[in-house]
């Protein structure tokens, strides 16, 4: 089974801290993703990244940075923490190209941030 | 800009029915594909069912079935014979291209869908 692992499922976080939400996946996959998820809106794509050391913007770049060091390994960064990034941050990967369409993306249990 | 819109906020169904769930999209592209996935209260989402716009027939799994209606742009999620443990958070998503053909999904707001016994 493939899997998505994101470290912490809970973090509370003062304003103006530096916070690192990591995410590990098991699968060699290509992609990576970050996604925020808040009531109402959905998920909410972030950044993501197709290969080592490479990284897009997603919709929501603002306030945010990405590291992807090694194939597995995607983090995400708030440089200074604010109280409008409370939410739920969702870590997922998926193959490269896909020749068919269904490019599953696999996700993890979450890491729901709190930030005072 | 491509759009997913789910229009149920909440569902609330009687054990053993079936639930629609609705997703309407909004795409320009000719190739697109649409996921359902589930997110239990642990959080972690789970998928369902995936349609590619070319599919001449609707996708099936298990329980599950999707009503893709192209004309319409809708792909509504159809879940048989309900089970209290269908109680979760329904994601409709849409993919769009994205570089070096990571493809990225376009999620709608979710609808919540409580079983009852």
């Known amino acids: 089974d493939v899997k998505v692992t994101q470290s912490s499922r809970y973090l509370v976080k003062r304003t103006g801290e530096k916070v690192f939400l990591e995410c590990v996946q098991d699968?060699?996959?290509?992609?990576m993703f970050w996604y925020r998820q808040d009531p109402g809106l959905g998920l909410r794509l972030i950044y993501f990244?197709?290969?080592?050391?490479?990284?897009e913007k997603g919709d929501i770049p603002e306030g945010y940075s990405v590291s992807r060091e090694k194939k597995e390994r995607f983090s995400l960064i708030l440089e200074s923490a604010s109280t409008n990034q409370t939410s739920m941050y969702l870590c997922?990967?998926?193959?490269?190209?896909?020749?068919?369409?269904?490019?599953?993306?696999?996700f993890g249990a979450g890491s729901r941030l709190t930030v005072l | 800009a491509q759009k997913i819109t789910q229009t149920q906020p909440g569902m609330f169904v009687q054990e053993k029915e079936a639930v629609t769930l609705d997703c309407t999209y909004d795409?320009?592209?000719?190739?697109?594909?649409l996921f359902w996935y589930k997110q239990p209260s642990s959080g972690e989402m789970i998928f369902l069912i995936y349609?590619?716009?070319?599919?001449?027939q609707n996708a099936t799994e298990g329980r599950y079935s999707l009503n893709f209606q192209k004309a319409r742009k809708s792909a509504n999620l159809v879940i048989s014979a309900s089970q209290l443990g269908d109680s979760a958070m329904y994601f409709c998503?849409?993919?769009?291209?994205?570089?070096?053909?990571?493809?990225?999904?376009?999620f709608g707001q979710g609808t919540r869908l409580t079983i009852n016994p």
């Open positions: 997922a990967s998926s193959l490269g190209a896909a020749i068919s369409g269904a490019n599953v993306l696999t």
């Open positions: 699968m060699d996959h290509e992609n």
């Open positions: 990244s197709y290969d080592v050391k490479m990284k």
């Open positions: 795409t320009s592209d000719p190739s697109y594909g």
């Open positions: 349609q590619g716009s070319y599919d001449q």
């Open positions: 998503a849409m993919r769009e291209a994205g570089f070096q053909g990571a493809q990225k999904l376009v």
